[in-house]
């Protein structure tokens, strides 16, 4: 019998949402360093099988809600992000056959227990978590969410009630509002705009010239954010090159929130992740097998369905 999970009252949470690429990513590059590739007996690497769980398994332990939902995102060529910034995430290298291959069969592993997973095609798994915790914002205001990803822009989502814990090696950051702006010097409702005009190289995002990281903090903590100021720039508080520079590259601007921001996520097209063929509920315990995954199991994730 399958018995609802209710959360110890010091770790109560409504909603748990795990960014399901961030972390497979993670772990596949983790155990596939030279010296360090993690293989089953049949020479099948198995890293990212492995990570994931591993983490999917103490996130829930640790933060198990009412709601646990595993969230992926599209193929990057797909992403509609591409039509307004055609350079975005262009540098990243193509997904290793591997990977692709252990990631689906997490997928298949969590479809066939039934485990909540969901995507929305031409959008990011970011973009699938902002949508859960604005719907769930609307719908029931106060109620608490935590966000598992080491990805950055996920902290614009982060309130009084939303927080964002990224893994580390040694010990995981729990980001709260106080940990933003310790970090970037401006809270989470201003984070997209503080990436808007430093950029983000990893993403393919150039940044505003002459504006780096202080000078961005110190732009908007001494006039809020930009749409208050994009129409009237030359009335800021700002030297009068940055007022210039800041002119000159109104359409970067642009651009950049529109491709950094997630912040109008509530009506994207989210679906559950189905499909698969031949899966069914003991399809699980063979592929955990072929792993061979021993001290972590499939029954383990049965209560927090």
Partial sequence: MIVKFQPKPEQKTDLLLIDAENLVYRS??????????????????????????SYLSRYLDQYGAENNIVCWGSHRKELKRLEILPTYKQ???ETPIELRRQEEDIKKALYSMQFPQYTSVGYESDDVIAHFIQTTAL?????????????????????????VVAPGKGKDTV?????VVEDFGVGPELLADYLTLVGDTSDGIE???????????????D????????????????????????????????????VISLVSCVNIPVTRLVGFKDVNPDTVDVIFDNYEMKKIRPEQFFKYR
């Fill in 139 to 163: 719908l029931h205001p106060n109620r608490k969410a935590f966000i598992i990803t080491g990805d950055k822009d996920l902290r614009q989502l982060i309130t009084k009630d939303v927080k």
């Fill in 223 to 258: 006039n809020g954010p930009i749409k208050d100021w994009f129409n009237d720039i030359y009335s800021i508080i700002a030297t009068e090159k940055i007022k210039q520079v800041l002119q000159d590259n109104q359409e970067k601007l642009i651009i950049n929130k529109r």
């Fill in 91 to 93: 540098d990243r290298k």
């Fill in 207 to 221: 940044g505003v010239p002459s504006i780096g990281e202080k000078t961005a903090t110190k732009l908007l903590q």
């Fill in 28 to 53: 596949y590059f983790a155990f596939s360093r030279p010296g360090n590739v993690l293989k089953t007996s049949t020479g099948m690497m198995s890293g990212a099988f492995y990570g994931f769980f």
């Fill in 175 to 179: 980001h709260t509002i106080d940990k």
